[in-house]
């Protein structure tokens, strides 16, 4: 199935995983350090009820908050002078958009546009040309002449939707051992770039 299939189909921890592995994999554009977000990936592990209603809401909304506190900082560089600093408005974006309420309507929609803003943050970081294909031709499956930075983070957007679905709460540790080697190469990337210009 297509990233798109995927999303359409995922329950509500999948969708709250998908998009918070998106946000994950960005923090560091956030300034953020890799544990940051670590409760809120515990929230999607503690309970078998997570989508039923039971335990992890109010759970969820708080380290929501908490999360937001750390991370949404001041001085958000403008898009247009880097392609760092479109790609930290679109994390910060992602960032402020995490529903604290848990309907699969308000997730789906928050899963999805992360979905986009991670290909796009990826794109723009990326050495390599993505070919004339729009990012919503790679979510949709058409992945002809990708660069290996999109290429890798459609992959891991894949392959965590499938786990979730696949494995329900077993599988949140592997999506986050996921997310954490993107979140790697991410810091990387901005790393060299940053050389880059000085």
Do not use: Y
């Not at 329900?168 to 051992?177: F, I, N, S, T």
């Amino acid at each position: 199935m297509s990233l798109v299939e995927l999303i359409a189909q995922a329950d509500e921890r999948g969708l709250a995983a998908s998009g918070l592995a998106c946000l994950d994999r960005c923090v560091p554009l956030l300034g953020g350090d890799d544990e940051i977000l670590r409760p809120l990936w515990a929230s999607l592990a503690e309970s078998e009820g997570w989508g039923e209603g039971e335990g992890w809401g109010e759970d969820w909304g708080e380290r929501v908050e908490q999360a937001r506190a750390k991370l949404d900082l001041p001085g958000v560089p403008e898009g247009g002078v880097f392609a760092e600093g479109e790609a930290t408005v679109l994390a910060h974006r992602m960032l402020g958009a995490v529903p604290v309420d848990r309907a699969a309507g308000n997730l789906r929609e928050w899963a999805d546009a992360c979905s986009v803003a991670a290909l796009q943050i990826h794109r723009l970081l990326d050495a390599a040309s993505d070919g004339a294909a729009s990012v919503t031709a790679r979510r949709e499956g058409r992945t002809q002449d990708m660069s290996p930075l999109v290429a890798a983070e459609l992959r891991r957007q894949v392959a965590i939707l499938e786990l979730l679905s696949a494995h329900g709460p077993a599988g949140v540790r592997q999506a986050l051992a996921l997310s954490t080697e993107g979140r790697r190469v991410l810091r990387a990337v901005v790393s060299r770039r940053a050389r880059g210009r000085v």
